[in-house]
T-cell receptor
């Protein structure tokens, strides 16, 4: 069964550095999301993406964040200048055309900012 | 915005017993309610969902009920097994089109099924 994949599984970076988190959604899916979960807290919506543009973004998704679908398979989340409070598990999710409300999650990337 | 509250935060049951996890939501426009299961170190896995035009949905040992008037929905697991042990998350969404189904999650329930 196809699954969403994410790389790397764990990323350690220093404050102020740029990071790019990568996701490969399920191949025939059209809708893409990023969520994050700070340790011990709820999973929070960051951004949704469809037809090569952002559909909606949360207050968390400020100018330091950007998303891109550089080719037909990858979906990336970039954080330009990481802060300590960006440390979290970042999940990518995708949805198919027909059952577009069903979101399938990747295994996550644990980002640690030191 | 939407707020989802989930209870209990931890639940311990004996194998074979039933488990019930409850969630409430604040936005009456929400129309889609999925449940995710997350085993330690693994991805959240969609296990069942319900849309606002139905009151109950069942899939083998798991069922979800929705009360739109009271704005709450519940996950029921019958005949629990040790492999049901995981963190369960409820979520709500009020999407009206494919690009707008952002999920608002509850805090999760750690379910432990004791053999």
């Amino acid at each position: 069964e196809p699954e969403v994949t994410q790389t790397p599984s764990h990323q350690v970076t220093q404050m102020g550095q740029e990071v790019i988190l990568r996701c490969v959604p399920i191949s025939n899916h059209l809708y893409f999301y990023w969520y994050r979960q700070i340790l011990g807290q709820k999973v929070e919506f960051l951004v949704s993406f469809y037809n090569n543009e952002i559909s909606e973004k949360s207050e968390i998704f400020d100018d330091q964040f950007s998303v891109e679908r550089p080719d037909g398979s990858n979906f990336t989340l970039k954080i330009r200048s990481t802060k300590l409070e960006d440390s979290a598990m970042y999940f990518c999710a995708s949805s198919p055309r027909d059952t577009y409300y069903e979101q399938y999650f990747g295994p996550g990337t644990r980002l640690t900012v030191t | 915005g939407e707020n989802v509250e989930q209870h209990p935060s931890t639940l311990s049951v004996q194998e074979g017993d039933s488990a019930v996890i409850k969630c409430t939501y604040s936005d009456s426009a929400s129309n889609y309610f999925p449940w995710y299961k997350q085993e330690l170190g693994k991805r959240p896995q969609l296990i069942i969902d319900i849309r606002s035009n139905v009151g109950e949905k069942k899939d083998q040992r798991i069922a979800v009920t929705l009360n739109k008037t009271a704005k709450h929905f519940s996950l029921h697991i019958t005949e629990t097994q040790p492999e049901d042990s995981a963190v369960y998350f409820c979520a709500a969404s009020k999407g009206s089109g494919g690009s707008n189904y952002k999920l608002t999650f509850g805090k999760g329930t750690l379910l432990t099924v004791n053999p």
